[in-house]
């Protein structure tokens, strides 16, 4: 009998209004892991269906955009691809630059524009079940990283294809093991970021309107089209202040050996990520016990 109570009681789920400051219930969302992965599934599929390429266009969209890039900001425009001074001698094919920085942005907005419409874009599943509501932006930084492995893959094809041509003089480093951390960073800074849009958007759409616009605005503020060494040396410390600055300049040096690392300001860019996680959850679970009232 004791056995068939113990775990009667751990079959039961007791959903209540009263809630921590701070409530982060990590063992239910792993109870919940399933969930996750058929969301990560649905989304996935649902992004690419009646499309005629499908998962194609995780492919052509970064490389289109990289060579628009390579022609207008350092053909036309020749902006600098130089994240510091010591790499004067290295040669990097600025289509690397480029597909680097334009790859790490396109899983850092997809996952802050994804993770920003969680509770509009689910209102009719999330009025009728309960489950953690966590489960819906995390499935999001999966979904998203399954477009950054394919892009990776290709990113990795070209640097390959360079290296045999001859064409560039970069080796792979130990700085390499970084990029699973910058991977996991970028994830965890556009969730907090978007789940704070979402839990504000409840009650103020015009954010809706904003956020996309804000994020192209956001992307010419990062070193995604241009090397750091364009920043003129007086405003370098605010600029490096921005958190995708490191992790983009970071993940160029990680892989490609060009620029440096600058482990101060990747602290900084660390502790930026945690706050805004911290008080995305925070807002995130204050609102989602009232949000059918006002959505």
């Known amino acids: 009998m004791k056995r068939g109570n113990k775990a009667m009681n751990d079959s039961i789920t007791v959903i209540s209004s009263k809630r921590k400051i701070f409530n982060l219930n990590l063992k239910e969302l792993w109870k919940y892991r399933d969930l996750i992965f058929l969301f990560v599934k649905r989304d996935f599929v649902s992004k690419y269906k009646q499309t005629v390429l499908g998962p194609l266009w995780a492919i052509i969209q970064p490389l ?30 600025s289509f690397l ?23 509009i874009g689910n209102a009719g599943i999330l009025g009728k079940v309960y489950f953690p509501r966590l489960v819906m932006p995390i499935s999001v930084i999966f979904s998203q990283l399954i477009n950054f492995i394919i892009q990776f893959t290709i990113l990795i094809i070209f640097i390959a294809y360079f290296i045999i ?38 009650k103020y759409r015009d954010l809706v309107m904003l956020v996309g616009f804000a994020v192209s605005l956001w992307q010419y503020a990062t070193p995604v089209a241009y ?69």
């Not at 965890?188 to 849009?197: C, K």
């Not at 490191?246 to 660390?270: C, E, K, N, P, Q």
Request: hydrophobic letters at 50%; proline letters at 2%; one cysteine or more.
């Open 165 to 202: 041509a001859g064409t560039t003089d970069l080796k792979i480093t130990v700085n390499i093991i970084m990029l699973p951390i910058l991977v996991l960073q970028m994830g965890l800074l556009g969730m907090g970021f978007g789940i704070i849009v979402s839990a504000l958007t409840t």
């Open 97 to 119: 630059f480029y597909m680097c920085g334009n790859i790490c942005w396109a899983y850092f907005s997809g996952c802050l524009n994804s993770c920003g419409n969680t509770f």
């Open 64 to 93: 289109f955009t990289t060579l628009v890039f390579t022609v207008i900001f350092g053909n036309l425009a020749r902006l600098t691809t130089m994240d510091s001074i010591n790499q004067e001698g290295l040669v990097i094919p």
């Open 227 to 295: 090397g750091l060494c364009l920043i003129p040396e007086e405003w370098m410390g605010l600029y490096k202040l921005n958190p995708m600055t490191m992790i983009v300049t970071t993940f160029r040096y990680s892989l490609l050996g060009s620029g440096s690392m600058d482990w101060a300001y990747y602290g900084i860019s660390w502790l930026v990520t945690v706050i805004v996680l911290a008080i995305g959850v925070l807002l995130f679970t204050r609102v989602e016990k009232t949000f059918m009232d006002t959505i």
